[in-house]
T-cell receptor, first 113, second 113 residues
Framework: GESVGLHLPTLSVQEGDNSIINCAYS??????FIWYKQESGKGPQFIID?????DKRQGQRVTVLLNKTVKHLSLQIAATQPGDSAVYFC????????????FGSGTRLSIRP | EAQVTQNPRYLITVTGKKLTVTCSQN?????MSWYRQDPGLGLRQIYY???????DKGDVPEGYKVSRKEKRNFPLILESPSPNQTSLYFC????????????FGPGTRLTVL
């Protein structure tokens, strides 16, 4: 079946460095992708999204890159801070199944002081 | 304050004892959804609702029921809980569907003995 996965389950970075979290998706019909952040004991929180007619989108300290050729999505966090420690999920949906959303299994980001 | 609330936050129950987890949102959102989160599996969609009296199955609907009699409420019902339904459950809502930003509740940790 269709799946959304992550290359690395855990990622440890030095405070102040940039973080890159990767995600692979398999449904070529997916055209809308979202990154969520989940802090310990809380529900997921929207970070940034991107539609398939774009290959890059920037927010505040975050950038999402989309490579449709290899079905790959990445989240870049600039100047990682302790507050960025969380589990990050990518998610996908398609226009044809606009009510359903598929989440990846998540990457835990930890920050070294 | 715009929010999604869930009750209870924690529940320990026994096999076969019917239970309901409530979900309520105060944002006048049309779309509501239930997810379960298990280690290594990420978030999986159980049921979703596009509007009042409109509900549909997600990826893992077996053993669950939902209802949407009012726009703000979307309860999750386990008629006969089993241990494999032990999980962390999240309710979410968005304006129209999965292609809009979803706002998640704080989660309900359910243990079925």
């Amino acid at each position: 079946g269709e799946s959304v996965g992550l290359h690395l389950p855990t990622l440890s970075v030095q405070e102040g460095d940039n973080s890159i979290i990767n995600c692979a998706y398999s449904n070529s019909a997916s055209d809308y992708f979202i990154w969520y952040k989940q802090e310990s004991g809380k529900g997921p929180q929207f970070i940034i999204d991107i539609r398939s007619n774009m290959d890059k989108r920037q927010g505040q300290r975050v950038t999402v890159l989309l490579n449709k050729t290899v079905k790959h999505l990445s989240l870049q966090i600039a100047a990682t801070q302790p507050g960025d420690s969380a589990v990050y999920f990518c998610a996908e949906t398609s226009y044809s199944s606009a009510s359903k959303i598929i989440f990846g299994s998540g990457t835990r980001l930890s920050i070294r002081p | 304050e715009a929010q999604v609330t869930q009750n209870p936050r924690y529940l320990i129950t026994v096999t076969g004892k019917k239970l309901t987890v409530t979900c309520s949102q105060n944002m006048n959102h049309e779309y509501m959804s239930w997810y379960r989160q298990d280690p290594g599996l990420g978030l999986r969609q159980i049921y979703y609702s596009m509007n009042v009296e409109v509900t549909d199955k997600g990826d893992v609907p077996e053993g669950y029921k939902v209802s949407r009699k009012e726009k703000r409420n979307f309860p999750l019902i386990l008629e006969s809980p089993s241990p494999n339904q032990t999980s962390l459950y999240f309710c979410a809502s968005s304006v129209k569907g999965s292609r809009d930003t979803q706002y998640f509740g704080p989660g309900t940790r359910l243990t079925v003995l």
